[in-house]
């Protein structure tokens, strides 16, 4: 056995806790964790049943944990784990699954498929096992600031083009401020206007912020990788910024696994709480409207939908907070089916938007969010993650949706009342 499959297998074996034993221990076999995923209900192949993508750890767990299964292994009547066994389940852990938590929800004995999928991606990722892109993207953000590279100059010269477009200063390492904003990279790379949209609706509402030039970037791809030292670095990067800055509180940005990693998952790996608040923007731009702070003039009168991103409001709780913003500034507001909690993945995160070997299938699992779609026949689609904003954007160039996306930062932003 070679030393990364050992340590892979390690890793694996060290996510073998109480709650995995009892999840593999009470699954039915039901079948619903499979109509609630995308993947599935588009290719009704087998292999993508959520509990399926899991048997290489149940393999495990009933080999090394289970009175039968030692007496089987002792046997020989059940096979160790292989490297061809890990490669053969990698398309599966990283192409099939957004770890969107739709099964997870439906599942009648409360077993947390998403989680067990993290830490089968743990194994992999231990292992060498993970996608190219990923592992260069964990990777470049380990070895500098940003998955996609440094993004020093990017960064600086997209708050300069704000600055110039609103008039209205953007300070970087500016202490004792209200609020930390981070960024993900696909907001500085591809919709920089978030910047201008936020820095307006702050000067309005009073609120005083800024950005650190040491830890900008939200993104967290040890999350989607499976790695939590990676995660707990990259955690740690922006929690040491926050802390130094002394601010109350640090504003995630419009990206899911972002928010997902500092808010609910980054206390746990770093061992300790914060001494400041971690709120969505979007969360954040509810409270100012319901303060009073918020106020805006006019609504768009396209026929808009909204896109509710898997990571934000099912796994995050963000539900009602983007309707009512929603209802500022839409005149012509529908919902599609589903929408909400139980609203359908754009195929993207969890890792598989930037995985290219997953492109043919993720195009294939869309047909259920353009389904969605096409029952309503909207002009335009809101949301609130830049990455579900990216996926939908090329997505809908792949089938020939002439519709646009918006964020819904910078559509509070358009009807901004700057009289009130």
């Not at 995923?37 to 290489?56: A, G, H, M, S, V």
């Not at 743990?122 to 260069?136: F, N, R």
């Not at 100059?153 to 202490?175: L, R, S, W, Y």
């Not at 206007?193 to 030039?213: E, Y």
């Amino acid at each position: 056995m070679s030393a990364t499959l050992e340590r892979g297998l390690n890793a694996l074996r060290e996510q073998i806790d109480a709650p995995v034993a009892s999840f593999f221990t009470s699954c039915v076999s039901c079948g619903l964790c499979a109509e609630a995923c995308l993947f599935y209900r588009e290719t009704e192949d087998p292999q993508y049943t959520p509990i399926k993508k899991l048997d290489l750890m149940r393999r495990m767990w009933s080999r090394e944990f289970t009175l039968l299964g030692r007496i089987g292994g002792w046997l020989g009547l059940t096979k160790p784990i292989t490297d061809a066994d890990l490669t053969a389940w990698e398309p599966l852990v990283y192409d099939s699954c957004t770890m969107c938590g739709r099964c997870t929800l439906v599942c009648p004995v409360g077993n947390d498929l998403t989680m067990m999928i993290r830490k089968m991606r743990e194994g992999m990722s231990a292992s060498g096992h993970g996608p190219v892109e990923l592992i260069g993207a964990a990777q470049r953000h380990i070895d500098g600031n940003s998955a996609m590279g440094d993004l020093s100059k990017a960064i600086h010269a997209q708050v300069k083009n704000a600055v110039a477009d609103t008039g209205i200063e953007i300070e970087f390492d500016k202490p004792g401020v209200d609020y930390m904003v981070i960024l993900s990279a696909q907001e500085i790379a591809e919709f920089p206007d978030v910047l201008g949209a936020m820095a307006r609706i702050f000067k309005k509402a009073g609120v005083t912020w800024t950005i650190s030039s040491e830890a900008f970037e939200a993104t967290n791809v040890g999350i989607q990788i499976g790695s939590r030292d990676i995660a707990r670095t990259l955690v740690q990067r922006l929690v040491d910024a926050a802390e130094k800055l002394g601010v109350k509180g640090v504003i995630s940005p419009e990206c899911g696994h972002a928010y997902q990693a500092l808010r609910w998952e980054g206390p746990n790996l770093i061992g300790r709480a914060y001494n400041f608040e971690v709120i969505h923007i979007i969360e954040l731009l509810d409270q100012l409207r319901a303060q009073g702070k918020l106020k805006t003039k006019g609504m768009n009168t396209q026929k808009l939908t909204f896109h509710d991103p898997c990571q934000i409001n099912r796994r995050g709780g963000i539900n009602k907070e983007p309707r009512r913003l929603m209802n500022m500034v839409a005149e012509n507001f529908v919902e599609t089916e589903d929408a909400g909690t139980m609203n359908w993945c754009c195929g993207g995160g969890g890792g598989v938007g930037a995985n290219e070997r997953a492109a043919p299938l993720r195009n294939i699992a869309f047909k259920r969010k353009k389904a969605q779609i096409d029952k309503v026949n909207p002009d335009a689609i809101v949301t609130m993650c830049a990455y579900c904003h990216h996926t939908l954007d090329n997505v809908l160039e792949e089938f020939n949706m002439d519709l646009e996306v918006m964020g819904l930062t910078e559509l509070v932003a358009e009807y901004l009342d700057d009289d009130a």
